[in-house]
């Protein structure tokens, strides 16, 4: 398993449409994908493959999250993920 810690920085967070795209790029690797993010000193996980998960996390702009990668193209994954996020999540 490979993890990286990575700020939103997209000015609306992972409203439908970045989280649309964060879960398009993530359903494109076999890995299992995750993403964790602390709120109120409770960790709050969820399934980067799923746009309801995503969007349940409640992720703002501005939040730090942890993206996690395990499987056979773990660490394809965490790079390709963390650049669309540091990218902005075509916004």
């Given amino acids: 398993m490979v993890s990286k810690i990575v700020k939103i920085k997209n000015p609306t967070g992972l409203h439908l449409r ?3 795209l964060f879960c398009k790029t993530a ?3 076999r890995s299992k994908i995750t993403i964790q993010k602390n709120v109120r ?3 709050v996980t969820a399934n980067a493959k799923s746009v309801l998960s995503v ?3 409640c992720i703002k702009s501005g ?3 942890e993206i996690q990668c395990d499987g056979l ?4 994954a965490l790079e390709e993920m963390v650049q669309i996020v540091e990218a902005g999540l075509g916004e």
């Avoid at 193209?73 to 394809?76: K, P, V």
């Fill in 18 to 20: 970045p989280a649309g």
């Fill in 27 to 29: 359903m494109q690797f």
């Fill in 41 to 43: 000193g409770e960790d």
């Fill in 55 to 57: 969007l349940g996390a």
């Fill in 63 to 65: 939040d730090e999250i």
């Fill in 73 to 76: 193209d773990e660490e394809l």
